[in-house]
């Protein structure tokens, strides 16, 4: 919403276009925590980071957990590594308070005086803008001691990714902020009981936090009046492919595919529409048949399919799918953390196999065999 409009090293722009307005309604007027996660719950929010869990839930899981020493964490998952994937970086770029003053009234939800933005190296202008960012909220009194004479305290660091793929995963995410190789954690224990440092700890991506000072400003009745009943408001998607506008689309939920790609994105390049790739390496291609499929969680798990984190790349008659797949396969393969067989063992016995059906070399048992 203020990417483009609003200067984001000037905290001043921010705040002109009631920024830090939700902050201080809720702590100057002592809204209680179980009241503020009470709304979010209304406004329907649900993850924009892959799965689409219940925003509200998980902050009310955090939120009851019990600490042995009181201490509580929140951390942003802003290591957006989905292949044709910028939808945060976008949002880190052009308004990084509004992460900024979201984490902070998550901090104050759940119980937590400390936060953790683990973002990828490779974003070196989000980097800045954050530190600055960070640094200007400070000064302003709007982290650290005694936000707005309430008495709460909250503060932020950074913690840069080297670029691993398997670093988006939460608990492998929290792994690498402690030092340590990033690889995932047997889940149960979830991070709402044992996160970041064995405490209890919220995680959210940075599309999911930029919604909330919009949900606490205009009203979470607001929120949830955009896009369908069980899937609120809006989602961001980075259009890339043969298609005629790439970039950057903010969608209401519900939104069909064809919409997107020719009413927004103007149609295909020259060619026929094939199918489109959604959800990043895990999310799978979708067909040129299901064109009408509404953009929801529900319709896409219906299909078959997920909404991923945001990347739709659009791809013509001339592409090939065999090569659509080895491609996404060989990302997984060179990203994967090599810690449980089926990822570290089979998955480049299926790139092998795809490699005979690239070469013409394979047969129909091939094809048994990799769905095997």
């Not at 976008?90 to 901090?107: C, F, K, N």
């Not at 400070?138 to 670093?167: K, P």
């Not at 299901?290 to 001339?318: F, N, R």
């Amino acid at each position: 919403r203020n990417c483009g409009v609003i200067n984001p090293e000037n905290i001043d722009e921010y705040i002109g276009l009631d920024g830090y307005a939700a902050l201080g309604k809720i702590l100057t007027e002592q809204i209680p925590p179980q009241k503020v996660i009470d709304d979010l719950k209304a406004s329907g929010l649900r993850g924009r980071g892959g799965a689409g869990f219940s925003t509200g839930m998980k902050w009310q899981f955090t939120h009851d957990a019990v600490s042995p020493d009181g201490v509580k964490y929140v951390c942003c998952n802003a290591d957006e590594g989905d292949p044709g994937a910028f939808m945060d970086r976008s949002v880190l770029e052009g308004d990084p308070h509004s992460l900024i003053e979201a984490m902070t009234i998550a901090g104050y939800a759940i119980g937590a005086h400390q936060g953790y933005i683990y973002v990828r190296a490779e974003y070196p202008i989000a980097v800045d803008r954050l530190k600055i960012a960070i640094a200007q909220a400070r000064e302003y009194g709007l982290l650290g001691r005694d936000i707005f004479g309430s008495g709460f305290d909250f503060d932020l660091e950074l913690r840069l990714g080297a670029g691993a793929f398997v670093c988006g995963e939460e608990t492998a995410l929290m792994t690498s902020i402690e030092g340590k190789r990033g690889e995932p954690r047997p889940r149960p224990p979830f991070p709402a009981n044992k996160g970041l440092f064995q405490r209890p700890t919220l995680l959210n991506n940075v599309e999911t936090y930029a919604n909330i000072p919009w949900i606490f400003t205009h009203g979470s009745e607001a929120y949830a009046a955009i896009g369908t009943p069980k899937s609120t408001g809006t989602k961001v998607f980075a259009l890339g492919g043969k298609i005629k506008h790439t970039g950057l689309v903010e969608i209401p939920m519900g939104t069909t595919l064809r919409e997107i790609i020719f009413d927004i994105g103007g149609g295909i390049k020259g060619g026929n529409f094939k199918a489109v790739q959604i959800g990043g390496p895990s999310g799978g291609c979708i067909p040129a048949s299901l064109i009408d499929t509404p953009i929801d969680y529900e319709s896409l798990a219906a299909i078959g399919s997920m909404m991923g984190s945001g990347g739709l790349i659009v791809m013509d008659e001339d592409t090939c799918m065999v090569d659509i797949a080895k491609f996404f396969l060989e990302f997984t393969v060179d990203e994967s953390c090599g810690k449980c067989t089926p990822c570290a063992q089979g998955m480049p016995k299926i790139e092998a196999l795809l490699g005979d059906v690239a070469a013409f070399r394979a047969t129909a048992a091939t094809v048994d065999e990799i769905r095997d």
